[in-house]
């Protein structure tokens, strides 16, 4: 999957843990701000374990604070392990 | 069931008769065994730690207890008793958060130690937070070998540990559980839930939370059964894996707040559930929130395909004022409910409903528990009210604490109040409820405006504080937090008014945002309705208070005009 993929993943299923919608989803605004609380976070974790299928932990959301920096962390992160 | 005086004495004699049995097992999120800690080996490595305590504290020092999940806060927790040192455990406070209530926790309690283990005592941002505190850090692993000391036994009346579940950031509130009120209520809810040491214990609650502490880790302890841990994390992520750990390790009790058994609901997936056997869980205890009852319904439809058995639903009720559990039913009992009618409920009373639309279910969470007395009393005039009225829980026993810690004003009050015309005192729990004629007790609401979201409490002024902190626009002691019913869920919903001047200047998504992460940050809750309004029109008391319940109505009836 490439970045933007991913990013539009990750706003799908930010907006649905958020219930709020798509377009309210700033993929450069930090997950806090848009008032992810800690048990959402690992929601969103969980989701995109399955779907990335890769391991994650939750320091990753606090090192790439965005959806913008997550997904670009994220397409590095399985390029490697496909390179690997 | 027997006469030894403190929990320490309970684990030496099973260190010494059953040395080899398992006490606690911790599972990965896979089901994996990751660490696993005997009798003996718990009993060893808590002693060698408390030698390492006696030397670099005195008795009825304070040590906060930070930990990641795993096995090393149980050896903290025994080193303390055994040491006679007062165990505080406390959450973990969240990466980058720059405030919840953990600085308040400590400038009430005023630790000399802080125990953790050894990874997590590397975390960068856990030693600066507690740098500017004089805390000595003490790391903790599962080691069963060095130096022991002789300790006295502790004695009954001393303080096993401390308990911050209730009370504001401001002014936290911790419960002084003493030894003696631990085994009288590990002793009661031996009795209720009708533990042997066959009753092994699947657990994902937090061992901070009182829940996972007392009713799950030190009730198995109590008995001598097997406590098999999860991390809450990994529930939360995959709260099939709590099943599926049930039915590999045969386990008999099982307990949770309420969410949790809505999240094994919402995330059921057959294909998860392949050769899973719930027929040995004889309790699945629902308490730390308002239990529902659809959500008891709805998780056992889903699961007695699998062998649950509907009766093992154990609705129950209690707090860290009352070392934890208050009432409960009877193993393999089922539970109560009760129709009761909504306007009559308002009016304090239970009675049949006018009509269906007025009918509401209530669940009953059980009686009293043995030696244990419940009452209903008026909370103005503290007068005992008769079964089927609704008035403020109150609660007498050998369980309930004696005194908060260094808070006179809240021990006299909340922990040694009088009914009137009566002797003795009582636990006022600030929780509204019924008992009907055959002692059951249903919980119907709050007098405080406490919000209780997943098992956690949160003070609505806190979170208004931290609102209100943000910018100059958000007037001072304007705002309501309160939780209300949104998509099947409690949401935390913040209503704010706004400075007339800035009224037609805010950047009102920019200010929500703000609120958001703050909330966020300090409270670990998701705001998920933030509503700005004008000056005045939050509903307030005539002396100013904050009316929250009647701003929560208007809220849910869209009575509020929004700015911007």
């Known amino acids: 999957m490439t970045t933007e993929q991913i990013s539009e993943f990750c706003v799908t299923a930010l907006a649905n843990i958020l219930r709020i919608s798509k377009d309210r989803v700033d993929t450069g605004t930090k997950f806090n701000r848009l008032g992810l609380d800690s048990a959402m976070l690992v929601y969103l974790m969980m989701e995109l374990e399955e779907k990335l299928d890769i391991e994650l932990s939750t320091d990753d959301f606090y090192d790439h604070p965005t959806v913008e920096a997550l997904s670009r962390f994220l397409a590095d992160k399985r390029a490697i392990r496909n390179a690997a | ?564």
């Open chain 2, 1 to 564: 069931m027997d006469t030894l005086r403190s929990l320490v004495a309970h684990l030496a004699r099973r260190a010494a008769e059953r040395a080899d049995d398992r006490a606690y097992v911790f599972v990965s999120d896979r089901g994996t065994e990751e660490a696993s800690l005997t009798f003996r080996q718990l009993h060893d490595a808590a002693s060698a730690l408390a030698a390492r305590l006696t030397a670099a504290a005195r008795p009825g020092d304070r040590a906060i207890l930070v930990f990641p999940p795993g096995l090393e806060f149980l050896v903290a927790f025994f080193g303390c008793l055994m040491a006679g040192i007062i165990a505080v455990p406390m959450m973990l406070p969240r990466r980058n958060s720059a405030r919840d209530a953990s600085a308040a926790i400590l400038a009430n309690c005023t630790p000399v130690l802080a125990l953790t283990s050894s990874a997590f005592a590397l975390r960068a941002d856990l030693q600066a937070r507690f740098a500017q505190e004089n805390i000595r850090w003490i790391e903790v692993d599962l080691a069963t070998d060095g130096a022991t000391v002789d300790l006295p036994e502790p004695a009954p009346e001393n303080t096993a540990f401390l308990q911050y579940t209730s009370g504001s950031t401001s002014e936290p509130k911790g419960v002084m559980v003493s030894h003696a009120n631990l085994l009288a209520n590990l002793e009661m809810i031996r009795l209720a839930l009708g533990n042997t040491r066959q009753s092994t214990y699947v657990n994902w609650v937090p061992l901070y939370h009182d829940m996972g502490l007392i009713l799950n880790a030190l009730q198995a302890l109590y008995v001598g059964a097997t406590c098999v841990l999860m991390a809450p994390n990994a529930f939360m992520q995959r709260p099939l894996g709590w099943l599926r750990a049930i039915s590999h390790y045969r386990a008999e009790v099982a307990c949770g707040p309420n969410f949790g058994f809505d999240l094994c609901v919402s995330r059921y997936r057959a294909d998860q559930m392949d050769g899973v056997d719930l027929s040995s869980l004889k309790i699945a205890l629902n308490g730390a929130e308002p239990v529902h009852a659809d959500t008891i319904a709805r998780f056992a439809t889903t699961f007695a395909p699998y062998g649950f058995d509907p009766r093992a639903m154990y609705p129950a009720y209690g707090m860290a004022e009352a070392t934890l559990l208050i009432s409960g039913g009877r193993r393999g009992g089922g539970h109560v409910t009760r129709r009761v009618g909504r306007a009559a409920l308002q009016a304090h009373a239970a009675e049949a409903p006018a009509d269906a639309h007025d009918a509401q279910i209530v669940v009953g969470c059980g009686r009293a528990l043995s030696g244990e007395c419940i009452a209903i009393v008026d909370p103005e005039t503290h007068i005992r009210l008769q079964a089927n009225h609704v008035g403020e829980i109150w609660v007498s026993g050998r369980n309930v604490a004696r005194a908060y810690w260094r808070n006179d004003a809240a021990t006299r009050d909340d922990l040694n109040a009088g009914i009137a015309g009566e002797d003795g005192a009582w636990l006022r729990t600030g929780d509204l409820g019924f008992l009907d004629q055959d002692g059951e007790l249903f919980v119907t609401g709050r007098i405080k405006d406490l919000i209780i979201i997943r098992g956690i409490n949160h003070y609505p002024q806190d979170i208004e504080r931290t609102v209100q902190s943000l910018d100059a626009a958000l007037r001072e002691n304007c705002g309501a937090a309160f939780a209300a019913p949104d998509e099947g869920e409690e949401a935390l919903v913040v209503v704010q008014e706004i400075e007339r001047t800035a009224r037609n200047t805010i950047d009102s998504e920019e200010v929500k945002g703000r609120i958001r992460e703050a909330v966020a940050d300090g409270h670990e809750l998701s705001a998920r309705h933030i509503v700005l309004i004008r000056p005045g029109s939050l509903p307030k008391t005539t002396s100013g208070k904050i009316q929250r319940k009647l701003a929560r109505k208007l809220w849910l009836d869209g009575g509020f005009d929004e700015i911007g």
